[in-house]
């Protein structure tokens, strides 16, 4: 029996679950079985599928590097059946005191089963963000 | 007039044309005038609202830069009024012989008049990808 997540909210707070808890199962619960399903680690190829997404996850976890994901500014656009989330994650390993940020796109589709991530697309950026450009110079015309 | 785009597909050849035109006007028309959109150039903040986008797409049109963007390894998931495209952006300026990838993720949705863009999510990405799970080695239990 796979978990059903209600919402979008709780199937991304399942994913930062399993990913800080390197459990694969709890992960893969998570995404939708399907072919089209798309998966971008910071910096690497994408991975289309579900098996290929499953073998990368599985790779990072039995790696070991239990880290600490804490989830900013969060952007949420949902239409119908559809939610995608813009997030910065800050992301932190305790044992190395590493710290970095990705800047990231998640996307829910709710299914016969509640809803399932179909893509998570994560790319380093920098820890100083211009979330506000007012703030920050202009060319004007 | 804006102009109307039938299909997402359309409306991503009219952000590709805009982007190598430089054309600001032709790449906002394919925006959504949404506060939450999203877009993240490579290795940049990301930028939400479309002032924000527009004031981006301005700077890098004043640049002057020429690109021709090649596209490959479309991946297209649609579900009612949302289209997700991830796809290989392969970037060359021929004045400068330089040429790059980005992995990029596109969605568009279904408003009143056509389709329009609400996130643009290009993130760089090694140009020799494994593109093919079963030919690269696994970590078996």
Redesign the interface.
Known sequence: MKRVFATPQDAEAAFYDALERLDLDAMMEVWSEDD?I?C?H????????Y??VR??W??IF?GGQRLKVRLT?A???Q????A?H?L?EHLSAPSERTAGMA?T?N?F?RAAHGWRM??H?A????T????V?SDSP??LH
Chains 1, 2 share one sequence.
């Open positions: 089209e798309v971008i910071p910096g690497q190829p994408r991975l289309s599928g098996d290929a073998a990368a599985q790779r039995q500014n952007v949420q656009m239409s119908g059946m559809v995608i813009s910065h800047v796109t996307v589709v179909i893509v697309h790319s380093p950026a920098p100083v963000t211009q979330e450009p202009k060319v």
